[in-house]
């Protein structure tokens, strides 16, 4: 059983393509900053030497480029089964739930998360999907049992 949200809204519409694509660009930035601490972690723990097949066992480059993956998922994982949101999808207002309207399980932002990078990686095709599509789902949002809804404006308060 999925957890609810605390917040729920009466009034959710499928997110919109551009602004799907917005905040994975300001998760892109926040994951390439991960990246670079953990880069910086790793040329630490290296002697100050950067970790590269040139430079490095083939090993410590498959336990960096390990690190990096895993804290990638943990960064998506973490934001995606706690309240639905990354920063850029608060940013733009929007959640990633179930299709009954609760909190991803890790085993489904697991699923989420390997199914978007072919996704995204077979040119963008598996986003460009929901295009095609009256659910206006991905086929990792399809795969997953997950969707991506635009919430509703913040009520003005009065004064």
């Known amino acids: 059983m999925h957890r ?4 729920e809204f009466t009034q959710v519409t499928p997110a919109a393509f551009i602004k799907r694509l917005m905040a994975m660009v300001y998760d ?4 390439i900053a991960l990246w670079m601490v953990i880069g910086g972690i ?3 723990l290296n002697d100050g030497e950067a970790i590269s097949l040139e430079s490095s066992s ?3 480059v498959a336990l960096f ?8 998922f943990l960064f998506f994982g973490f934001f995606w089964t706690r309240n ?4 850029g999808m608060l940013a733009w207002r929007l959640r990633i739930q179930t299709m009954a309207g609760g909190r991803l399980s890790w085993g489904q932002a697991l699923v989420r998360f390997m199914l978007a990078i072919p996704s995204l990686g077979l040119c963008g095709l598996g986003f460009m999907w929901m295009l095609l599509t009256d659910e206006r789902l991905t086929l990792h949002d399809r795969w997953s049992g997950s969707c991506m809804v635009q919430l509703p404006k913040p009520e003005k308060k009065k004064k």
């Not at 892109?28 to 994951?31: D, I, M, S």
């Not at 639905?84 to 920063?87: E, N, P, S, V």
């Open 84 to 87: 639905g949101q990354t920063l």
């Open 58 to 60: 083939r090993m410590a």
């Open 28 to 31: 892109g930035l926040l994951v």
């Open 42 to 44: 790793g040329v630490a």
């Open 65 to 72: 480029n390990s690190a990096l993956f895993c804290a990638t």
């Open 4 to 7: 609810p949200f605390t917040q």
